[in-house]
């Protein structure tokens, strides 16, 4: 008796929590332009590493994502950049629901959805969709694009009934620019930079409030790469989106972002604008990173002061105690070895004007504002 009451209760706080989730208009939900959509605070994700085939004993984890905060504000873009095995890969996953993190939260519209289950996960995966790193594996091969963009559909009937579906995904096609008439193509007869077009249309389908788009243009020509991102950036006004735009090089995402979050073993070690960023980074790792991004004057290019980076990136299941990027870092000194820098605004920059270049989060002891 007990326990069927308190089913119904959840179920109504599930439901209702779920058309909370759903609410679009600015006016519902009173989220205007530039407010956090998203906020990500102290986000964890630690996989364990086990040993033993029958008894599986925990030996320590890898840890993936360790301390991760940031906002996503309403129709922004924010670029997250790092090296391969940095994490960026796990904090979509985390951001989409696609896997649970081992602590913190993610506040979707002021709600934390990292402890949602039923039709209140539902309702918040709908609103954050991802767009997938490789449009020739992510994209099923024996199913036709209107199978595959009509897909999230059949999770999500009330977003398109079923007589409306295939002029739903025609209208999808002709949105991201590819011919209606292909709609019962498969994969294989199209482009790699097609196909991405087509992961777009299946990501817009549920007409989302947040897309994570995880190097959606990576595995593509750099001819091709301009033409996805410039298609992105139409889309995002047009459909009122914000984006997770996530990439391993800082000069991809660099048209794209509002704002950029660089990461490094499983932290954001600096955030802000991406003038900030781009021009005043005060990271070392920034800089490095910045300095292997060639520069398209040949004179500049021939003054451009490379900065590289000796050793490797160390272990996740491991990481350096105090700065984790000091095992790498020419500024290194036992400060960094015993105290972790918190990302903030350093004390050498806080009291400029809060619209200054350096003015920005960067979580190193050693911060400078390096004009690049
Ligand atoms: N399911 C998993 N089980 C164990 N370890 C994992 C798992 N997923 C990711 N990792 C580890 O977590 C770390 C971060 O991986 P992640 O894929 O998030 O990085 P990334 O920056 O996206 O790299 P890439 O650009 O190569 O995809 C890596 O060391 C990776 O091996």
Known sequence: MH?????????REEGETARKLLARSR????YAAGEPILEVRDLVKHFPLTQGVVLKRQVGAVKAVDGVSFDLRRGETLGIVGESGCGKSTV???VTSLEA??????RFKGEDITRLSGKALKAVRRNIQMVFQDPYTS??????VGDIIGEPFEIHPEVAPKGDRRRKVQELLDVVGLNP???NRYPHQFSGGQRQRIGIARGLALRPEIIVADEPVSALDVSVQAQVVNLMDRLQDEFDLSYMFIAHDLSVVRHISDRVGVMYLGRIVEIGSDSAIY???THPYTQALLSAVPVPDPAAEARRERIVLEGDVPSPADPPSGCRFRTRCWKAQQRCVDLEPPLTVPPEFASTSASAPAHHPSACHFPEDRAM
Not at 101 to 106: K, L, V
């Open 101 to 106: 993190p081992t602590a913190g939260e993610i």
């Open 27 to 30: 006016a519902e939900t009173a």
């Open 3 to 11: 326990r069927d009451s308190s089913g119904r209760k959840e179920a």
């Open 139 to 144: 994209l099923n091969p024996r199913m036709t």
């Open 92 to 94: 979509a996953k985390l």
């Open 279 to 281: 021009e005043h980074p």
């Open 181 to 183: 008439e292909y709609i």
